[in-house]
C-alpha cells in the first residue's frame, strides 16, 4: 500500500490556481480524460487537492463496499446551505433513519398513483403544441417536470405558488452551485451577478417552502395522514421504532432535497433523449413503432411502462451520455482504494459523466446506441449503495411517459440555427434546444 504522494497529477496544472484553467475550458473534455492519467488522479480546485475516481471498480469500492468509511464532500457540504441535513446531505444514523421514513413514499402502489397525474399532465403539453412550431425543449421540459413533481408534494390549494418559484429558482440554484463547489468558500460573499442571483434564488425558494410546511401543519394531522401528497405524508410520518415525527425544518430539508434531485436531472434526461431521438433515424423508427404498438392514440398508463422495452433502452443510453458532473465523498477515517491509503478529510470525487464515457468500458463511448450493453457495475444513473437516489422510479416512470406521450403524437426536429451544447452545472443540461414538431398519425395499439 502507498500513500496520496504516489497519485499521479492530471495534465494542465499551474501554480495556485492548480486546474481551475482546464475545469473552466472544457470541463467535459478534462473530465472524460481524466482516466488517461490512472484510476485515481490528483486534480488541484484552486489550492484544495480532490482526488478523482476514473474507474467503475473504484467506484464501486467508494459508493458500496467501503462506505461507511465515507460521509458526504465538499459539493454536498455547500448543498447543506439550502437543503440542511436532508436525505442527500445527511450521514449515519440520521441518514439511516431519514431514509426508512421516506421510502414507503416512492414504493410500486405510490408511483403508479401519480401516474395518471403524469400522463395527464404529459397529454396536456403535446396537445398545446400547434404543427410546426418551435419549441424551446430544454425550457419546456423544465416546467413539465416541476409542476409534475409540485403536484406530487404539495396539496393543490397552496402548490401553485410553490411550482412557481420552483420553477424560476430551481435552474439557478442549480447552475451556480457547481461554480461554488470548486471555488473557495470567501468567493461566496463577493457581490458578483452570480452570486446575487444564487443567493436571491435561494432566499426565495426556502420562503416559500416554509410557507407550505407551515399551510400544511395548519390542516390538522387528521387530515395529512389521509392526504396524497408527499408534503403531507412527510408530516404525518412516525419513525417505526421510536415513534418520532420529523420537525417541521427536517420536512423542509427533505422537501427541497427531493425538488433539487426530482427536477433539473429529469428535465435534462427528458431534452436529451427527445434530441437524440431526433438526431438518429434508425432508432427514431423503431421506438415509433414501438409506440404506436404499445400506446397508440390513448394515454400513457403506468402498465404501458413495462412494454416499451426500447424506450427504456433509449433511455438508459440518454442518461449514460449525459449523466451527474460531479459526485463528492470525504473519508472519515485512514481507507484503501486501489492499493492507496488515504488519510481521513481526502476530499474523493468521481463523475458519472466521465465514468459513463470511459472506452474501457463502452466501446465508442461517444455513440449513441441504445443496444449497447449496460454493465450494471459501470452504468449508475443513479448513483449506487446506500446512497442510490431513493426517487428514481419516480423520474424514470416521469421520463417514459413523457416521451411516449410526446413520440405518440409528434416528430421534433432540431432547429438548423442552434446546436445544443452541454453547460456546466451539476447536471450537464443543454444550454438550448429549440425545436420544431410535426404532427404524426398514429396507428391503434395492439392488444396485450
Known sequence: MTGLRSIPRAPGWLPVIGHTRPMAQAPYAFITSLHTTGDLVR????????????????????????????????????????????????????????????QPMFHKQRIAGYAEDMSNRALELAESWTEGET?????????????????????????????????????????NLLLRTVSPPVLDRVPIPPNRRFDRAAKELLKVIDGVVTAARAAGEGDLAEAPDLLSTLLAARDADTGQALTDEEVRDELGTILFAGTEATASTLAWALYEVATH??????????????????????????????????????????????????????VEIGGVTVPAGTEIAFSLYG????????????????????????????????????????????IIIAMAT?????????????????????????????MTVTRRSVREPVPA
Not at 393543490?156 to 440554484?173: K, Q
Not at 405518440?408 to 438550448?432: G, N, Y
Open 43 to 102: 486534480v488541484d480546485l484552486g489550492p484544495m487537492p480532490v482526488y478523482f475516481v476514473t474507474s467503475a471498480e473504484l467506484a464501486h469500492e467508494v459508493m458500496v463496499t467501503k462506505a461507511r468509511s465515507f460521509h458526504k464532500g465538499r459539493f454536498f457540504d455547500r448543498l447543506r446551505q439550502l437543503v440542511g441535513d436532508g436525505l442527500a446531505t445527511s450521514d449515519g444514523d440520521l441518514h439511516r433513519a431519514h431514509r426508512r421514513l421516506m
Open 135 to 175: 419549441v424551446e425543449v430544454d425550457a419546456v421540459m423544465g416546467e413539465f417536470v416541476v409542476n409534475t413533481i409540485a403536484a406530487a408534494l404539495f396539496a393543490t390549494d397552496i402548490g401553485a405558488p410553490a411550482a412557481e418559484v420552483v420553477r424560476r429558482n430551481v435552474p439557478v440554484i442549480i447552475q
Open 355 to 398: 465514468l459513463h464515457r470511459d472506452p474501457r468500458v463502452f466501446p465508442h463511448a461517444d455513440t449513441f446506441d441504445p443496444d449497447r450493453e449496460l454493465p450494471r457495475e459501470a452504468f449508475l444513473p443513479f448513483g449506487s449503495g446506500n446512497r442510490k437516489c431513493i426517487g428514481d422510479a419516480f423520474s424514470w416512470t416521469e
Open 281 to 334: 433515424p434508425e432508432v427514431e423508427e423503431r421506438l415509433l413503432a414501438e409506440i404506436d404498438a404499445v400506446v397508440g392514440t390513448g394515454p400513457v398508463t403506468f402498465e404501458d411502462i413495462g412494454r416499451l422495452e426500447y424506450l427504456r433502452k433509449v433511455v438508459d443510453e440518454t442518461v449514460r451520455l449525459h449523466s451527474v458532473t460531479l459526485l463528492m465523498r470525504r473519508a472519515i477515517e485512514p
Open 406 to 434: 410526446v413520440l405518440a403524437r409528434w416528430r421534433l426536429r432540431p432547429s438548423a440555427d442552434h446546436t445544443p451544447k452541454e453547460a456546466i452545472a451539476a447536471v450537464p443540461h443543454p444550454d438550448r434546444m429549440p
